[in-house]
């Protein structure tokens, strides 16, 4: 039997590293429409559903066949609510069973539905109650510093400075694609536990737009592959 599984792309509307973000265009289609197209793709989500506390961000999810079966409340719009807690009112307010929830976050343009049906069969293949998608961290760990009060240098891996070539494989989630058990994300409260198997994304994928730069990116990726298409 296939599990059910839910899809919830949470797109709140207050933002202040980037105002209105998720409604900002990007290769002229609204931010948050990037994520509703993904998951449309994917073959493994039941059910998904726009998570929101602002109208014109459901209006334009609505708009192109989002799902959007309540507002989110003002006090899980806040920059101190818990994202877990966002989840836990969407399956409240559902009251139907599922074997698996998926969080996209609006901000992640770039994921296809392959990336989220990869991460959605990833758990059900391995039996594992989570899969996070993750991206290479593009230096190694062992060139990080940390900087004190003082200013001062700090090593984050002790021991010599490695070879590019000689380091380990070090990544950091892309915050794309978060895949759990239900039951077990209401044990743990984080996606990021010893079960949990992550999901490895190119860097031109896993952009995650917060910042006016990081939407600069996104546009110049766009611009390239349209560059590339039309000298086909």
């Given at each position: 039997?296939?599990?059910?599984?839910?899809?919830?792309?949470?797109?709140?509307?207050?933002?202040k590293?980037?105002?209105?973000?998720?409604?900002?265009?990007?290769?002229?289609?609204p931010?948050?429409v990037w994520?509703?197209?993904?998951?449309a793709e994917?073959?493994?989500?039941s059910?998904?559903?726009?998570s929101?506390?602002d109208?014109?961000?459901?209006?334009?999810?609505?708009s192109?066949?989002?799902?959007?079966?309540?507002q989110?409340?003002?006090?899980?719009?806040?920059?101190?609510?818990s994202i877990?807690?966002?989840?836990?009112?969407?399956?409240?307010?559902?009251?139907?069973?599922?074997d698996?929830?998926?969080?996209?976050?609006?901000t992640?343009?770039?994921?296809?539905?392959?990336?989220?049906?990869?991460c959605?069969?990833t758990c059900?293949?391995e039996?594992?109650?989570a899969?996070v998608s993750?991206?290479?961290?593009?230096k190694p760990?062992?060139?990080?510093?940390?900087v004190?009060a003082?200013?001062?240098?700090?090593k984050v891996?002790?021991?010599?400075?490695?070879r590019?070539q000689?380091?380990?494989?070090?990544?950091?989630?892309?915050?794309?694609?978060?895949v759990?058990r239900p039951?077990?994300?209401?044990?743990?409260?984080?996606f990021?536990?010893?079960?949990?198997r992550?999901?490895?994304?190119?860097?031109?994928?896993?952009?995650?737009?917060?910042?006016?730069l990081?939407?600069?990116?996104?546009?110049a990726?766009l611009?390239e592959?349209?560059?590339?298409?039309?000298?086909?």
């Amino acid at each position: 039997m296939k599990p059910r599984t839910l899809a919830v792309i949470a797109a709140r509307g207050g933002s202040k590293g980037l105002p209105r973000k998720n409604v900002l265009d990007l290769g002229g289609r609204p931010l948050v429409v990037w994520s509703v197209a993904a998951a449309a793709e994917a073959t493994t989500l039941s059910r998904v559903i726009l998570s929101t506390d602002d109208h014109e961000i459901a209006s334009v999810a609505g708009s192109c066949g989002c799902e959007v079966p309540f507002q989110r409340p003002a006090t899980l719009a806040t920059d101190t609510a818990s994202i877990y807690d966002v989840l836990f009112h969407a399956l409240e307010a559902l009251s139907e069973p599922y074997d698996y929830i998926v969080l996209l976050q609006a901000t992640s343009p770039f994921r296809t539905g392959a990336d989220i049906d990869a991460c959605v069969r990833t758990c059900i293949a391995e039996d594992v109650p989570a899969c996070v998608s993750v991206t290479r961290v593009s230096k190694p760990l062992e060139w990080f510093y940390s900087v004190d009060a003082r200013g001062s240098l700090r090593k984050v891996m002790p021991g010599d400075s490695a070879r590019r070539q000689d380091s380990s494989v070090v990544v950091t989630p892309n915050g794309a694609v978060y895949v759990a058990r239900p039951n077990w994300l209401a044990k743990t409260r984080r996606f990021i536990a010893d079960e949990t198997r992550a999901y490895m994304m190119p860097p031109e994928r896993s952009i995650d737009i917060d910042t006016d730069l990081d939407l600069l990116f996104a546009r110049a990726i766009l611009a390239e592959r349209e560059v590339t298409h039309t000298n086909r």
